[in-house]
């Protein structure tokens, strides 16, 4: 049975209305990250972008190409650390959401 909606609208229509489904999705992107599972979390940070703030925005808060951003969350993008920390510092910085790391 084919679906009628594509995932990536799901994800956009749930991050809208639910405040800590946006929470979620972004802390589990980082924890993906931190995690050592690098295309996880590029996935996960890649929807969440997708459901908020959207790539074009993200580009001209970060000064960092829009095209770059897309690759960066790509299957097969490496993003660099200072993208990255850049792009997850402005992230937090919109959603109000401010993430932190302890040793477990």
Partial sequence: MPLTRSFRETVQARAERDPAFRE???????????????????AVLRDYINATIGFERLADATGTPSKSLMRMFGPRGNPNARNLFAVIGHLQATSGVSLRVRAG
């Fill in 24 to 42: 979620a999705l972004l802390t589990e992107g980082v924890e993906a990250l931190l995690g050592g599972d690098l295309d996880t979390g590029k």
